[in-house]
């Protein structure tokens, strides 16, 4: 049987199946108001100095007065009202998270996220330093800049999972002490044959206790994440241009039939035909 320890890193098999990347486009003072539409990209705002108003459709208002992390997992449309003469010191970049709505990761995650550096001071060194590379035209300033912006997301995650703020979803999962075990396994070996039974066994949990407790702060039942975890996989290995009969061995199908039935199901095509108009 696989070993799986609570004391692995819990967010390493996400982040290494599904990317997430980031472009800067703005540094420096922001005035008056500035529209952030909903199209393709998230958005992670690093506010310096403030005062800042952020409104959305469908969302409550935020004032920020202090120093902020603003993070938008998902497209959000919003909108910066900021004093039209001192305007709002701030550096923006537009993020995505490799495999859009499939990624579990980007959809586990909270429409907004808003941290002051004051609720998480281990953001304070990288937050210090992306701006002094951004605000100054140094070599490498573009590559240097998008990872410590990276950087930040990885913390923000981080934070969000240790903290317990994420109550539902994979990162709930992961910050569970028993349930964590089993979605790690699931992770990092999408190839094994798991059983209701044996991811029970690794969270040391009876067979019923495991299912109700998944399904509660997961959302899904064992079976169904696994399910979307592999499908998700598959997605990602198919635009990497791997053949059908390997993926499907990779992902725990065995054979490229199985592979297009449970990818049918929950892409609503087959595998063959998703990889035709990638």
């Known amino acids: 049987m696989l070993n799986t320890s609570p004391s692995q890193d819990r967010l390493n098999a996400l982040l290494q199946q599904f990317s997430v990347t980031s472009r800067l486009f703005h540094a420096g003072a922001l005035c008056g108001i500035v529209d952030f539409d909903a199209q393709d990209v998230g958005y992670l705002h690093v506010v310096r100095r403030g005062p800042l108003r952020v409104t959305h459709r469908y969302e409550g208002d935020l004032y920020i007065t202090e120093p902020t992390v603003l993070f938008y997992p998902q497209p959000l449309g919003h909108r910066f009202i900021a004093d039209a003469n001192t305007g709002a010191d701030m550096v923006c970049a537009s993020v995505k ?50 990872r410590l912006f990276e950087v930040v997301i990885i913390q923000l995650i981080r934070h969000l999972m240790t903290a317990n703020v994420v109550n539902i979803g994979v990162l709930a999962g992961l910050a569970h002490s028993q349930l964590r075990s089993a979605i790690i396994a699931m992770h990092e070996h999408p190839e094994q044959a798991w059983s209701i039974e044996v991811l029970a066994a690794k969270a040391a949990m009876s067979r019923s206790t495991f299912a109700a407790a998944f399904h509660e702060v997961v959302g899904v039942a064992p079976g169904d994440y696994l399910t979307g975890w592999r499908i998700s996989l598959a997605q990602t290995k198919i635009k990497q241009g791997k053949s059908l009969k390997q993926i499907a061995m990779d992902v725990g199908y065995g054979s490229e039939v199985a592979l297009s039935r449970a990818f049918s199901a929950r892409v609503g095509m087959s595998a063959r035909a998703y990889k035709q108009q990638e």
């Open 97 to 146: 998270f490799g495999g859009g709505k499939t990624n579990p990761l980007a959809t586990a995650l909270p429409p907004i996220v808003a941290l002051t550096l004051n609720e998480l001071p281990s953001l304070a060194q990288s937050t210090a330093l992306l701006f002094d590379e951004a605000l100054e035209p140094k070599c490498g300033r573009q590559a240097l800049v998008d």
